[in-house]
């Protein structure tokens, strides 16, 4: 099938039109947790001031400049507020703010990719697959063992879709498009990197067979969710583009330690029908054209954002 283009539009709709994100009456709450992010992303900035290396330096002068002033525009008419300026580390590995907003820009553009390929294929419905490999202490070990494997498992797929004599049937062949993330966790019990992926199929892929497939891949994992997206399908599209480290679980140093091990490496993968889908690169909302608006400006002051006048 071709794949039609994602329609260039689709940046408008990133975090806001199908999330509900960018409604007036939750800009409030949309500060609060700008401001719980950038704190975080402060704290990361004394701990690396703290031990100055090359990287370190580096890192902690683009989080020095990122998110000190957001400016906002109010669509008063509509009741709407984007994101208009601000200045951005686009360090996701180590500052949550700019992690939420590049989930935003990346979930935008994957639903609109979505609602296109939905018009012209109503028999496939979305399923959220997880795919996990045992903890351990050695994070470098297990994150190039869960790649290794997910990669081993796309090769199945792959060579059996393409006929390869000898080649074995794997779950993962119901799916006629994909997206997946690769997520890491640790909660003090060793590193758990772990995989989300958005599967489109006509039916649901076992999730007993799913398991066993990837117990004979990985040797060592067998813990494999496979359930259905129902209804709004944003809630299950969010598990995947959601932060690549889990800020809230991991140490400073542990952050730092995993930014370092993910650091260029491909976080975000695709397949098929939902192949070449393109993320906005700014990490800003789009502009609703032609009508009229307020500015408004936020500053971090102390540890939240508070409101301040154009003319301070
Ligand atoms: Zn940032």
Same mark, same amino acid.
Request: charged residues 20%; hydrophobic residues 35%; positive net charge.
């Given at each position: 099938? *071709?794949? =039609?283009? /994602? !329609?260039?539009?689709?940046?408008?709709? *990133? @975090?806001?039109?199908? /999330?509900? +994100?960018?409604e007036a009456r939750l800009l409030d709450e949309r500060i609060t947790r700008y401001g719980v992010a950038h704190t975080r992303s402060q704290a990361m900035l004394e701990h690396l001031r703290k031990t100055p290396s090359e990287a370190t330096i580096k890192t902690a002068a683009s989080l020095a400049s990122c998110g000190n002033y957001l400016h906002f525009r109010e669509y008063f008419t509509v009741g709407k507020v984007r994101l208009h300026s601000a200045t951005f580390c686009k360090q996701h590995?180590?500052? !949550?703010?700019?992690?939420? %907003?590049?989930?935003? =820009? +990346?979930? @935008? *553009?994957?639903? /609109? %990719?979505?609602?296109?390929?939905?018009e012209e294929r109503p028999d496939l419905r979305p399923y959220l697959l997880t795919l996990t490999v045992k903890n351990g202490p050695d994070l470098e070990e297990r994150q190039s063992h869960l790649a290794k494997s997910l990669r081993r498992l796309m090769d199945r797929r792959r060579y059996f879709n393409a006929g390869t004599r000898? +080649? !074995?049937w794997t779950e993962l062949c119901k799916a006629e498009g994909a997206v997946y993330t690769l997520e890491l966790t640790n909660k003090g019990n060793g590193w758990h990197p772990h995989c989300h992926m958005i599967i489109l199929a006509t039916s649901q892929p076992s999730q007993t067979d799913l398991s066993t497939e990837w117990h004979k891949i990985t040797g060592d994992s067998m813990v494999v969710d496979c359930r259905p997206i129902l209804g709004d399908p944003v809630e299950g599209f969010m598990e995947v583009f959601k932060y690549a480290v889990k800020f809230s679980d991991l140490t400073l140093a542990d952050n730092w330690h995993a930014a370092q091990i993910l650091k260029g490496k491909r976080l975000l993968n695709s397949f098929g029908l939902f192949r070449g889908v393109e993320i906005p690169d700014s990490l800003l909302d789009e502009p609703l054209d032609g009508l009229p608006y307020l500015d408004r400006f936020y500053r971090y002051l102390g540890d939240s954002y508070q409101p301040a006048s154009i003319r301070e």
């Open positions: 099938m *071709a794949h =039609k283009k /994602t !329609p260039e539009n689709s940046s408008n709709l *990133a @975090g806001g039109e199908f /999330t509900g +994100a960018d590995l180590v500052c !949550p703010l700019c992690g939420i %907003r590049r989930g935003a =820009k +990346a979930l @935008g *553009a994957y639903l /609109t %990719r979505w609602q296109v390929i939905q000898g +080649a !074995p």
